[in-house]
């Protein structure tokens, strides 16, 4: 079995890519093409319409007597959640990279997650058929900016439009694609090609002796190395993630996706041959790993929720041990419940069909589950362990929506509920004066295209305001507050008291909550549990503007406890309120999100664009000149971004392009 998605740059060719891969493997009967809309990985309207990947779609398909689970993620920065709680169960990944563009920015972000995750990776360069493609340069390019040591196993034959095929290093022939892509011709090396091929494929032994002893020793000893060897010891490096190998081909002319199907198979994990997962064992306070065998207890992780008509929430689940029958009970381990597993599919894209249990290393749907929100781990309760919690970036745009009618505004808040199920970096807040709901995201195409969900999907009508920035909100001292509460509700007495120290914390490490009370007083579990959760609340309510709180770690240093009159209301009220008057003491600052944005334009306008983004306030970091154009890498804030793209375009004859990716928030300049 292999887990493995589909990572790279908007436009690179990731479903296009998956597209041929489902038609070689025999999983579709005709090629679905992204440009005329007829993919089946996008299978959402908008993103027919768009020719983007909004959701990662999951799809299994069998190739060689190998199952493989393959989740197709977007490029586009604004869904990077998506990306992220992709890798965070993927057990490889096919890096592709654009022959003409090399790396691009949302390849380096792409590439930091599967970092992050250790995802094993190896690399396609797609589009060997465009003007400008050049193999060699994007293999210079991915070695210098992603920091990985690239080894071909394949080089083209021509480029551009004389591109007709491959030659394989490895076996050392040339293959050829006929029939629509379907037939391969293996042929000799010709004569005019072969000191090329012998000069790689001498590289490729020199690369892999650099990771490898046994063949060191043999290349040493000048002894033929045999292909299987050159395999066994090339999957050992990549699941080390201390080579790339790089494939060549064009997917959309139907050249070079069956080696990386055999790629796939050769050099990717099986779940079995990964570093097992981590997880904290609740009683033992102790982080253990868990193989993966599915004899073991029972343990998953809801990696995606997604909304059906019929069928309610489709719950992803990727089993890390163990089997979960279909309808039998899982336990819920953060929300500590009991949910029924009532029927568990296999997905391909938005169809499906039945299983009956879903085992260790495995991904499949469950429905049935209401409660189970992305990030939750589902298992027995007789091992209560907790997998890794996701993290996801802070959404950085607002805009206001409401309804057109008021009797639709509870039909709004129970969409938008769904919605900010499904997708984890969207969230909704009330402004309490106005009453207007505030949606929040990360960008201006994420809430543009979540809106027309709404008005589309959902058929509901909505007036929408113009987007704001989301602002945070921040300490700039430290100061400790003694707060008490006490109320008489249905004749009985509720009191509390609370000390609290706020201090701030480095910029982007988040909030934090330390319980350090003074005193040998025994505090009840669920006293303790509601304070937490008054100071967790306080967190997102704000202190003066009303903006979230980030960066202040909050201690209690002194709980003053009556077993007469401590009830857990009173408790959470006096630890909000303590937080509260603790940071409107503290100094508080408004902080502003930084945007990084990244630029590309043709050389003759290069001077025009970095004065563009200066004007906005914005700071060039670095600049890089491309074959074909420039690239700037700058900082600016978020709220002179906005109708950018239309000043981007008229300065530079509509030839520039740029993308935003958050950076950090720091204190609002007065500018």
Not at 164 to 176: A, C, F, N, Q, T
Not at 573 to 599: G, Q, W, Y
């Amino acid at each position: 079995m292999r887990n493995i998605g589909i990572m790279a740059h908007i436009d690179a060719g990731k479903t296009t890519t998956t597209e041929r891969i489902l038609f070689y493997t025999g999983k579709s009967h005709r090629i679905g093409e992204v440009d005329d809309g007829e993919a089946i990985m996008d299978w959402m309207e908008q993103e027919q319409e768009r020719g983007i990947t909004i959701q990662s779609a999951a799809t299994t398909t069998y190739w060689k007597d190998h199952q493989i689970n393959i989740i197709d993620t977007p490029g586009h920065v604004d869904f990077t959640a998506e990306v992220e709680r992709s890798l965070r169960v993927l057990d490889g990944a096919i890096a592709i990279f654009d022959a003409v563009h090399g790396v691009e920015p949302q390849t380096e972000t792409v590439w930091r997650q599967a970092r992050r995750y250790n995802v094993p990776c190896i690399g396609y360069v797609n589009k060997m058929d465009r003007l400008g493609a050049d193999f060699y340069f994007v293999i210079e390019d991915v070695k210098n900016k992603l920091k990985i040591n690239t080894v071909p196993l394949q080089i083209p034959i021509g480029k551009e439009s004389s591109f007709e095929g491959v030659i394989d290093l490895i076996e050392m022939k040339e293959i050829r694609w006929q029939n629509n892509g379907e037939e391969m011709i293996y042929s000799p090396i010709a004569a005019q090609r072969e000191d090329a091929a012998k000069e790689w494929r001498e590289k490729m032994i020199d690369a892999l002796s650099g990771v490898s002893d046994i063949v060191t020793e043999k290349y040493l000893a000048g002894e033929e190395i045999d292909v299987a060897l050159i395999r066994a010891e090339l999957r050992k490096a990549v699941l080390k993630r201390e080579l790339l190998p790089m494939f060549a081909g064009a997917s959309r002319r139907n050249l070079g996706v069956q080696p990386i199907i055999d790629a796939i198979v050769d050099y990717l994990p099986a779940p079995d041959e990964i570093q097992p997962a981590t997880g904290h064992h609740l009683k033992k306070e102790e982080d253990i790993t868990i193989p993966c065998d599915p004899k073991g207890q029972p343990l998953g992780l809801v990696f995606k929720i997604q909304n059906d008509r019929e069928a309610g929430s489709l719950c992803y689940v990727r089993m890390y041990s163990g089997s979960i029958p279909s309808g039998t009970a899982v336990y819920n381990e953060g929300k500590k419940k009991r949910e029924r597993a009532n029927r568990i599919l296999r997905m391909h894209s938005n169809k499906s069909e039945p299983m009956d249990s879903l085992s260790a290393g495995d991904i499949g749907v469950i429905i049935g589950m209401k409660l189970a929100q992305t990030g939750d781990t589902i298992g027995s309760e007789g091992w209560p362990v907790l997998l890794e919690k996701m993290q996801f970036p802070e959404p950085v745009i607002s805009i206001s929506i409401e309804p057109k009618t008021i009797s639709e505004q509870d039909k709004l808040k129970d969409i938008l509920a769904i919605l900010s199920k499904e997708d984890p970096t969207f969230t909704i807040r009330e402004n309490e004066e106005t009453g207007q709901l505030i949606i929040s995201g990360m960008g201006e195409l994420h809430l543009d295209v979540l809106v027309t969900r709404i008005l589309k999907e959902y058929k509901l009508g909505a007036k929408v305001g113009n987007p704001q920035v989301t602002y945070r909100e921040s300490i700039s001292k430290a100061v400790e507050h003694s707060e008490s509460f006490s109320k008489i509700i249905a004749g009985k007495e509720n009191a509390a008291g609370v000390t609290l120290r706020v201090e701030p914390a480095k910029r982007g490490t988040g909030n934090k909550y330390v319980l350090a009370r003074q005193g040998k007083s025994e505090v009840p579990s669920e006293i303790l549990e509601a304070i937490e959760n008054g100071i967790n609340g306080a967190f997102s309510s704000g202190i003066v503007m009303g903006y979230p709180c980030i960066d202040i770690t909050a201690t209690v240093t002194n709980i003053q406890y009556s077993e007469l009159t401590g009830t857990p209301f009173a408790f959470e009220a006096c630890a909000s309120m303590a937080f509260d008057e603790a940071c409107r003491t503290a100094s508080p600052i408004l902080l502003e999100p930084i945007m990084a944005v990244n630029l590309n334009t043709p050389h003759e306008f290069v001077g025009e664009v970095m004065s563009l983004v200066t004007q906005r306030g914005g700071q060039i970091l670095s600049m890089n000149a491309k074959s074909d154009a420039d690239e700037i890498k700058a900082q600016a804030p978020m709220e002179k971004m906005f109708g950018f793209m239309t000043s981007l375009r008229s300065v530079s004859q509509g030839r520039a392009s740029f993308s935003l990716e958050f950076s950090h928030f720091e204190k609002k300049s007065e500018r």
